[in-house]
């Protein structure tokens, strides 16, 4: 039975992600674990819409970077792997939510405060590596590795949409397909097929989204992706009290 508020997540989540790359993920997967999911199903529900909207959005950008896929799948993808692995057999002893959240809302008024962003930026270009490395631990460990890409795509895109679009979109692609696989592969017993009809809400609303997205400007852009990753952190946070 699919209740009315999974369905309205699921569309409003879809519409996020169709403008700015993110959202399904980083809203749907707390969200649905509250409404009962298991993290394996939760992941099961979310990642075919996830990959379907990244595939779209790849395939029809006209932005191409060779350099930024190889630093992506070197440094990213086997740590992804490596603890998804784990938080699946270990099933979340450790709980790394609360510095997750610690760290969006931190490095989120950093950037939008522009007084103090420049010298973050500096060291930000310096570590950028070892920030793909902490993006695919700590997305394998929680599956809200997204928000960090997401600001880790526009700093690297100088603030340019259309390549910080292609950057988050290729990002969640590679690492929505080697989830999704790692899932089916420890997990496939216990899974359920039955909300694979939501890729059709993803194939019917993502073109008419377009339009927003291409009406938004550059630098505003930048600054909604650190609002919600910021919102995001707040949520996390939030349930701690």
């Known amino acids: 039975m ?16 169709s403008i700015f790359g993110v959202g399904l993920l980083l809203f749907g997967t707390p969200s649905l674990l509250i ?3 298991d993290f394996a199903n939760t992941i099961n529900i979310l990642m075919p819409v996830s990959i379907t909207i990244s595939v779209l959005q790849f395939f029809k950008s ?3 970077d060779k350099k930024f896929i190889y630093e992506y799948n070197i440094f990213c993808l086997p740590l992804l792997v490596v603890f ?3 938080a699946l057999k270990f099933k979340y002893i450790l709980d790394f939510k609360l510095l997750v959240g610690l760290l969006l809302v931190f490095s989120s008024i950093l950037i939008l405060n522009k007084r ?13 590596k070892l920030v793909l490395i902490g993006i695919g631990c700590v997305h394998g460990l929680t599956n809200m590795g997204g928000s960090f890409l997401a600001i880790y ?8 949409k259309e390549i910080a679009r292609y950057y988050i979109c290729y990002g969640y692609l590679v690492m929505g ?10 997990s496939f017993n216990t899974l359920q097929f039955t909300k694979l009809s939501y890729i059709f809400f993803a194939l019917v609303i993502y073109f008419p989204a377009q339009k927003l ?6 630098r505003k852009f930048s600054k909604y992706i650190n609002i919600i990753a910021l919102i995001y952190g707040l949520v996390i946070l939030f349930n701690y009290l």
């Open 116 to 128: 103090k962003f420049s010298s973050f930026k500096e060291t930000f270009f310096k570590l950028k």
């Open 153 to 160: 795509s526009t700093l690297v895109s100088q603030n340019k």
């Open 2 to 17: 699919i209740s009315i508020l999974e369905v309205s997540i699921i569309v409003l989540l879809i519409i996020v992600q």
């Open 84 to 86: 998804l692995i784990v």
């Open 177 to 186: 397909i080697l989830q999704y696989l790692t899932v089916l592969l420890l």
């Open 35 to 37: 409404l009962g999911y």
């Open 62 to 64: 006209k932005v191409k």
């Open 213 to 218: 997205f291409y009406n938004i400007k550059d």
